[in-house]
DNA sequence: GTTACACATAAGCACATACTTATGAGTCGT
DNA sequence: ACGACTCATAAGTATGTGCTTATGTGTAAC
């Protein structure tokens, strides 16, 4: 999936809120729904999105279907940022903190 | 601004493209128009929103508006991105690298 | 087999958004 | 002062997008 696209998968803020939901494990897609105001057939619509996208994988088990955080798919955004982090002095040292943390 | 709009920002290929021009040094809103296909006022509309999202800064000279990357504007969309990072183990290293050849 | 369930797809609708042309506001050159 | 210019804003329009209800497909329970 390329860049052109997952900036507009992840412009709607439900998706992103999704997302979030699944950053902390994997869900079924009536597991989601809980906390939005949205019926099944828009979740579902979603969850095609993203997966479109390579953001979310799809495990099938029987009538359910688990997503979860499929990490390669924030490659084409994290490639597309690093051009702007090229002159991006001021925040370099945040970043510096931040794999410090995430090395311990 | 915050990351709810910053998405949706850049989710029109156009107004990455102006970015990515931007990205290769300051340029008026005219020099902007060249090499694409639209009219003065939907330049002018396009820089108004990254403008509004801090993506990009104005300094007024006379009658020319000259605009630039605001690498600030970025730091959301790097925060939100971090989160996913977090288990993203296999691409660490390669920021590691980007990180090592900016110290030089 | 039949019913209930989990999810996907189809069709239609309401709203958002990116475009256009027309015009306004301010600046420079003569 | 006037005309040419750079850019911003207004108003209208066409297309895109996310939602809904209705229906289809496949699985589990009885």
């Given at each position: 999936?390329s860049?052109?696209?997952?900036?507009?998968?992840?412009?709607?803020?439900t998706?992103?809120?999704?997302?979030?939901r699944?950053?902390?494990g994997?869900a079924?897609?009536t597991?989601?729904?809980?906390?939005?105001?949205i019926t099944q057939p828009?979740?579902?619509?979603?969850?095609a999105?993203l997966?479109?996208a390579?953001?979310?994988?799809?495990?099938?088990?029987?009538?359910?279907?688990h997503?979860r955080?499929?990490?390669?798919?924030f490659?084409?955004?994290?490639?597309w940022?690093?051009r702007?982090?090229a002159?991006?002095?001021?925040?370099?040292?945040?970043l510096?903190d931040l794999?410090?943390e995430?090395?311990?």
């Amino acid at each position: 999936m390329s860049e052109i696209e997952i900036f507009k998968v992840l412009s709607d803020p439900t998706r992103r809120a999704i997302l979030e939901r699944l950053s902390a494990g994997e869900a079924t897609a009536t597991d989601l729904r809980e906390g939005f105001a949205i019926t099944q057939p828009a979740m579902s619509q979603h969850l095609a999105v993203l997966r479109g996208a390579g953001l979310v994988s799809e495990r099938r088990e029987g009538r359910y279907a688990h997503y979860r955080v499929d990490p390669e798919g924030f490659a084409p955004l994290h490639a597309w940022l690093a051009r702007y982090r090229a002159f991006w002095p001021s925040r370099i040292d945040n970043l510096k903190d931040l794999l410090r943390e995430m090395d311990q």
